[in-house]
């Protein structure tokens, strides 16, 4: 069974559009995160939500909007599409606990804008 | 803003080589973590340091965290080409779930 589970693995759109990207984990965590990963493979974080309210906002654009709909879900939604938004996206989930929990993280979405 | 840097950026040897990964930061973490990320995927954690000075050791692959909790080493010994991947520390800002992860290094090891 997959622990992380995203899609679409890849994404391909034209400059301008709408697109989302979904996110399920069925590891019964509690907190939800989205990384952005750019080409030199520099992995930062965009968001995070613990059981379904956001927490962390590391201003990202507000083009970009996550949806938390449960806490085993976590999508982000992206506006009006860039060239600089071509990267990979990871999900991730964490359990809830002390200091150094582990992230498991998800295949990752390779988005291309063209 | 808190800023993870590895070095080597790139690595390349022989099998059977031994090889150390540094991890600097002038912040202060309650805890470092080390992944590995394999092409197409995410990454994998391998383990995580919580207390200053602190050495674990995972087969061949030798971690440890700095007394002052703000770096880190990882040391492989006799590396093997099923190393080869993107190596990735990661840390956690204190009183938060928020990893800054460092800017990775890659690593081939070639048979």
């Known amino acids: 069974d997959t622990a992380v589970s995203q899609t679409p693995k890849y994404l391909v759109t034209q400059m301008g559009n709408d697109k989302s990207i979904k996110c399920e984990q069925n590891?019964?965590?509690?907190?939800m995160y989205w990384y952005k990963q750019d080409s030199k493979k520099f992995l930062k974080i965009m968001f995070s939500?613990?059981?379904?309210?956001?927490?962390i906002n590391e201003t990202v654009p507000n083009r970009f909007s996550p949806k938390s709909p449960d806490k085993a879900h976590l999508n982000l939604h992206i506006n009006s599409l860039e060239l600089g938004d071509s990267a990979v996206y990871f999900c991730?989930?964490?359990?809830?606990?002390?200091?150094?929990?582990?992230?498991?993280f998800g295949p990752g979405t390779r988005l291309t804008v063209l | 803003t808190q800023l993870l840097e590895q070095s080597p950026q790139f690595l390349s040897i022989q099998e059977g080589e031994n090889l150390t990964v540094y991890c600097n930061s002038s912040?202060?973490?309650?805890?470092l973590q080390w992944y590995r990320q394999e092409p197409g995927e995410g990454p994998v954690l391998l383990v995580t340091?919580?207390?200053?000075?602190e050495v674990k050791k995972l087969k061949r692959l030798t971690f440890q965290f700095g007394d002052a909790r703000k770096d880190s080493s990882l040391h492989i010994t006799a590396a093997q080409p099923g190393d080869t991947g993107l190596y990735l520390c990661?840390?956690?800002?204190?009183?938060?779930?928020?990893?800054?992860f460092g800017t990775g290094t890659r690593l081939q090891v070639f048979p």
């Open positions: 991730a989930s964490s359990p809830p606990g002390l200091a150094g929990e582990e992230q498991f």
């Open positions: 590891l019964g965590h509690d907190t």
């Open positions: 939500y613990n059981n379904k309210e956001l927490i």
């Open positions: 912040s202060v973490f309650s805890s």
């Open positions: 340091v919580v207390t200053g000075g």
């Open positions: 990661a840390g956690e800002v204190r009183g938060t779930d928020k990893l800054i």
